[in-house]
């Protein structure tokens, strides 16, 4: 449904994609896994045909974004970054000016948006003004507006950024069911781990650049293995009996003997057999997609913070500056 052969966006010396290649089969959820400046939102903007590429291709069954843009347009939806409701306006008002938009025929409109809006909860609440919506309930608005046109491909940009985790956990819900219901290719980005999991599959980017590309549990078996546990009555001779035994490598960490194994599980009778009645406690540690990103590029992602108090003055500049130009 959608394929990317080295797709390369340059902002002046700024490359903030760099030859970017992979393809989304029909009906899966895609996800772009990357820390804040990895080059995800100009990938979506090319996509979406707000932007043009440097050069590189980009498809969307089959038409290409660059020379066909509005066969493009016509195929997808998006949910952007920032919020984009009208916030005077009623839920349904919303996405009825959008049903207008997109020419939906006035037989189909009431229907179409009673369907977008029970799908993500909000029918009863359709007649309230957005202003006064919670985060959550904007953010899944968003969603119930951009399928009421039925686009085959959706784009949700950080669809749950800056939400509670209970908000978070419920947009999940209905995003890892869109491929289903509503029979649309789902291309997300996001910067939360969590996230990236209800995804069939992953690219994490890193710096403009795809750093590797699967499923999560793919390459989540990349990082070479889980951490075995242990406490026991004597660390130090159970560390040289596992040796000895098993020929396995312990290290102490902690209080703890960790040893890192592929299949975890299978090891723990052979460990507590081998050191009889002195295993304490066991726990299995699988790895997860930030140990991915750390053993691809030796750092964590981590939603960006705001640390100190000259970040914060620099934020609020740059707000007022945009409230003024209004
Ligand atoms: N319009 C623009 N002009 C100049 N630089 C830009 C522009 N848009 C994005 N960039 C730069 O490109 C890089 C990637 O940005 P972006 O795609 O927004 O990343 P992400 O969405 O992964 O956080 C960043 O270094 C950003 O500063
Ligand atoms: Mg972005």
Redesign the pocket.
């Given at each position: 449904m959608i394929t990317v052969e080295n797709l390369t966006k340059k902002?002046?010396a700024?490359t903030?994609v760099d030859s970017v290649s992979f393809t989304v089969k029909e009906g899966t959820i895609f996800g772009f896994l990357?820390p804040?400046?990895?080059?995800?939102?100009?990938?979506i903007n090319i996509l979406c045909t707000l932007l043009s590429a440097t050069s590189g291709t980009a498809w969307i069954d089959n038409h290409d974004c660059m020379k066909e843009p509005s066969e493009v347009r016509k195929r997808i939806g998006i949910v952007f970054?920032d919020n984009t409701l009208d916030k005077e306006l009623t839920a349904y008002e919303n996405l009825l000016l959008h049903a207008y938009l997109y020419n939906i025929p006035g037989r189909k409109r009431k229907e179409r948006i009673g369907e977008a809006l029970r799908f993500v909860d909000l029918y009863e609440r359709r007649n309230e003004q957005v202003k006064k919506f919670s985060g959550g309930m904007k953010r899944r608005l968003e969603v119930a507006r951009s399928i009421v046109h039925q686009p085959r491909v959706l784009f949700l940009d950080e669809p749950t950024l800056g939400l509670d985790p209970q908000s978070r956990t419920h947009l999940w819900e209905f995003i890892s069911t869109l491929p289903e219901k509503h029979r649309v290719t789902v291309f997300m980005?996001t910067h939360y781990m969590e996230e990236a999991e209800i995804c069939d599959t992953i690219a994490i980017?890193d710096k403009?650049t795809i750093v590797a590309q699967g499923s999560p549990q793919e390459l989540k078996r990349q990082v070479g293995g889980d951490s075995l546990f242990l406490t026991t009555t004597d660390n130090r001779r159970a560390a040289a009996d596992l040796k000895a035994l098993l020929g396995l490598d312990a290290e102490e960490r902690d209080g703890e003997l960790c040893i890192t194994v592929s299949g975890g599980e299978s090891y723990i009778p052979r460990v507590v057999q081998a050191l009889t009645g002195r295993v304490l406690s066991v726990r299995l540690q699988k790895p997860t997609l930030n140990d991915v990103f750390l053993h691809l590029t030796g750092r964590t992602i981590r939603p960006e913070t705001v640390s100190s108090g000259e970040e914060m003055r620099s934020i609020v500049r740059t707000y007022r500056r945009k409230f003024d130009n209004r």
């Open positions: 902002f002046g700024v903030a990357g804040n400046g990895a080059g995800k939102t100009t990938t970054q980005t980017i403009g």
